[in-house]
């Protein structure tokens, strides 16, 4: 079983950054790829972004060219570069990953964390 451990969320200012990042640990898995949700108050959670074990990545038409997704495959991490944040960006984002273990397939997500941006 993989779990999933958030980190860097936070309070930050209009025009801000921040960088979240996401570490994977258990054993004997294999990551497909991982990826950010993020879940505003009153709203449905909506995909950030994703990226695969091959490096391709897809965003949000709302974060993009804002927000760049990228992991360290060798330490099965995933982070989540924050530029140029907006009141919207208001949410808790939760880390997710695809693995396998075997020839099973799984998905596992974060606790979440709070990203709050200031007007």
């Known amino acids: 079983q993989v779990q999933l451990v958030e980190s860097g969320g936070g309070l930050v200012q209009a025009g801000g950054s921040l960088r979240l990042s996401c570490a994977a640990s258990?054993?004997?898995?294999?990551?497909?790829?991982m990826g950010w949700d993020r879940q505003a108050p009153g709203k449905q959670r909506e995909l950030v972004a994703v990226?695969?074990?091959?490096?391709?990545?897809n965003y949000a038409d709302s974060v993009k060219g804002r927000f760049t997704i990228s992991r360290d495959n060798a330490k099965n991490t995933v982070y989540l570069q924050m530029n140029s944040l907006k009141t919207e960006d208001n949410a808790v984002y939760y880390c997710?990953?695809?693995?396998?273990?075997?020839?099973?397939?799984?998905?596992?997500w974060g606790q979440g964390t709070q990203v709050t941006v200031s007007s």
């Open positions: 990226i695969t074990s091959g490096g391709s990545t």
């Open positions: 258990g054993s004997g898995f294999s990551i497909n790829a």
């Open positions: 997710n990953a695809a693995y396998s273990v075997s020839v099973w397939r799984y998905d596992a």
